[in-house]
């Protein structure tokens, strides 16, 4: 095992138990960060010498944003923007608009923001949250970031990890969070549980935003008085073209959802770089101005991402475990859902788990099964609407497996993603209440959630 450590020292106040936390990606640094503000020694195992987080960009929906908000997250500092619109046209005639929707920062539900980020550029911020030495805006022993670290084998129950140089660690309460193409997540179930590929990829790229303004054809879809989603839709082969600015403005995001072309689909990798000829086939019905953005300069060139989905859980806990993040509900972005949900389960472990002793074994399983109370409807709705048909509810059987975990309200069936009914069911909800009010339920006093 390699002997790299990321942590500026390990110094603090005596902590109430020890967590161990697979995978250093958003989900598992942000367990890390929630469970260090809870008053736990927390240790992070790597498998990379650093986490090379797939796909350019990524959206924190309102419902994570104040949860970042609350651990002191650095917006400016990450060169986060802030999304206030959402506009839909016709591929192949963008002056038609199908949909519209705008959504001020401080309105209602959405008064904590969308933001739009790179991808590294949010891992960095969760980083430094996460390891930074305990000061007026970050609680707790700083989190210690093992890098080079296999986990090859896990014991739910007794807490147990499994490292590839056969060392064996325990801990009082263990996280899995390594991604959609979790090593260990069969060994959760205690059955063959693999992400199995759909008939969906996405082209991802990167573009400066000084580029695309100058431009004319591609630059006048973005003067705009709120910056925020601009998309494009071909009803003929529903490939969807989407795009963002993040990194303050100077970048655009852009992403092509489509059906996997042929060749694609029995390939073993699930993340290539592709040609501008590919991309091209694939939006072939689109505008002939739209076409221009695929040949403009990139980042990193144009890669595919062929999207993986697994049937939902109906568990996330066993033993001393509990799995968050894709690696226990992998999702499409229809949403952009995926991310703020794995924030939103760290919310749930820092108020569970604030001041609990890690050796009362009792009161860990009894949170744990809190755990589940609180997160197994909000994440299996998220993960079954984001992988329905365009993010809707339409699909025949959609509604009924969705009734099998959340008992809520729903919009109608012809609602789209972005529109207010998914956004007041998806991110109108705070979990540090949520989970304040369960454990008031079980009689238990819950901790002030400011620190």
């Known amino acids: 095992m390699s002997a790299s450590v990321e942590h500026p020292g390990h110094h603090g106040p005596p902590t109430f138990g020890r967590a161990g936390v697979v995978g250093a990606g958003i989900a598992g640094l942000a367990a890390a960060i929630a469970l260090r503000r809870a ?9 990379s010498q650093f986490k090379n987080e797939i796909g350019a960009a990524i959206t924190v929906t309102p419902n994570a944003a104040m949860v970042l908000r609350r651990w002191g997250f650095d ?3 990450a060169m986060a923007m802030l999304n206030q619109s959402m506009i839909l046209r016709l591929a192949a005639d963008p002056s038609v608009i199908l949909d519209q929707q705008e959504y001020p920062d401080g309105d209602g539900v959405l008064k904590y923001g969308v933001w739009s980020f790179h991808r590294v550029d949010l891992h960095r911020g969760l980083r430094d949250l996460a390891t930074a030495t305990a000061n007026s805006v970050v609680s707790g022993t700083p989190v210690q970031i093992r890098l080079g670290c296999k986990i ?6 007794a807490g147990v990890l499994h490292v590839s140089d056969s060392r064996t660690i325990h801990k009082d309460l263990l996280v899995l969070a390594d991604g959609a193409h979790s090593d260990l997540i069969s060994k959760f179930t205690g059955h063959p549980c693999e992400a199995r590929r759909n008939n969906k990829s996405i082209y991802r790229w990167l573009v400066p935003m000084d580029v695309v303004l100058a431009e004319a054809d591609m630059g006048q879809f973005y003067h705009r008085e709120r910056s925020g989603f601009v998309g494009w839709l071909d009803p003929d082969t529903q490939a969807l073209l989407v795009t963002y600015t993040c990194r303050g403005g100077k970048v ?3 992403a092509l959802v489509h059906d996997t072309q042929p060749g694609r689909a029995k390939e073993k990798e699930w993340h290539s770089q592709v040609s501008t000829k590919e991309v091209l086939a694939t939006a072939t019905n689109f505008h002939p101005s739209l076409k221009k953005i695929v040949s403009m300069p990139t980042e990193d060139g144009i890669n595919v991402h062929h999207v993986v989905t697994r049937s939902p859980l109906s568990s996330f806990v066993r033993g001393r475990t509990v799995v968050v993040g894709d690696a226990a509900h992998v999702m499409m972005p229809s949403h952009a859902a995926g991310a703020g949900i794995a924030i939103e389960s760290a919310a749930s472990l820092e ?8 050796k009362d074994d009792p009161t860990v399983r009894h949170r744990l099964g809190l755990f589940d109370k609180l997160r197994v409807p909000r994440c299996n709705l998220t993960l079954l609407v984001s992988n329905s048909h365009m993010g809707r509810l339409q699909e025949p059987g959609v509604v009924d497996e969705i009734r099998k975990f ?3 309200p729903l919009p109608t069936p012809g609602a789209l993603p972005y529109s207010k009914p998914w956004m007041d069911v998806l991110f109108n909800h705070d979990e540090f209440w949520a989970a304040e009010e369960l454990l008031t339920e079980e009689g238990v006093k819950a901790e002030d959630q400011t620190a």
């Open 152 to 157: 090859e084998g896990i014991d739910c129950e």
């Open 351 to 358: 108020v569970l788990f604030r001041r609990v002793n890690g």
């Open 39 to 47: 008053g736990w020694d927390v240790e992070v195992f790597e498998r």
């Open 75 to 77: 917006m400016e500092k």
């Open 406 to 408: 959340y008992r809520g």
């Open 252 to 254: 655009l995001n852009i």
